[in-house]
Nanobody, 129 residues
């Protein structure tokens, strides 16, 4: 079991950069490296969607098409953190961003909401001029 807390959201201008962080607290006997980690987002009036996912060892990354080349996901298993570096932000990136974890024993990188076991509370990102 793991608890997730996101941070780093805020109000930025179009074209700006922002870095989100998610720190995980694993239950006794569990380890952060047992989890594939993902970032999702949900804009007002829209369904929650995948932004990016990173495998348990950090060797595989996948991104939603609209953020490829602008967003980068990384993790530090020693620090129990996963980050989302966002560059060249656009108005349409405005959303609540959620960190999610999936307990796994493989290098999988699932993209579906229902495939993730644990969620953070979310952090608001607003891109506005």
């Amino acid at each position: 079991q793991v608890q997730l807390v996101e941070s780093g959201g805020g109000l930025v201008l179009p074209g700006d950069s922002l870095r989100l962080s998610c720190i995980a607290s694993a239950a006794s006997g569990d380890t952060f490296s047992n989890y594939a980690m993902a970032w999702f987002r949900q804009a007002p009036g829209k369904e929650r969607e995948i932004v990016g996912v990173i495998s348990m060892a950090g060797t595989v990354r996948r991104y939603q098409e609209s953020v490829k080349g602008r967003f980068s996901i990384s993790r530090d298993n020693a620090q129990n953190t996963v980050n989302l570096q966002m560059r060249k932000l656009k108005h349409e990136d405005t959303a609540i961003y959620y960190c999610a974890a999936r307990n796994t024993v493989t290098g999988e990188t699932p993209a579906g909401l229902s495939e993730y076991d644990y969620w953070g509370q979310g952090t608001q990102v607003t891109v506005s001029s």
